[in-house]
């Protein structure tokens, strides 16, 4: 092992990301990452009504395609593939 390699360190599992099960969340809430999602990816000068894809983010959640991210260091969730 070098020496760089025994100075780094490690990383805190705190501060790391982490899938929430979208059951612990509310229809509110869900909603609402559904719609950041869709204005985020399709963004509101990209298409006509990018939050027409809201039902098929809520199914692709519901199905595992999609999954909620919580960022401990930032306090934020976020939709992304899974793991």
Known sequence: MSDEEE???EADP???MFVVDFDLLTDDQLEGL???YCTRYHGLNDTE???SERARVLS???HGDLVV???PVEN???LGAPA
């Open 34 to 36: 559904a719609e950041e």
């Open 60 to 62: 692709a959640i519901r």
């Open 14 to 16: 705190r501060q790391e």
């Open 69 to 71: 991210w919580f960022d």
């Open 76 to 78: 934020t969730a976020s």
């Open 49 to 51: 009504n990018p939050l």
């Open 7 to 9: 100075q780094r360190p």
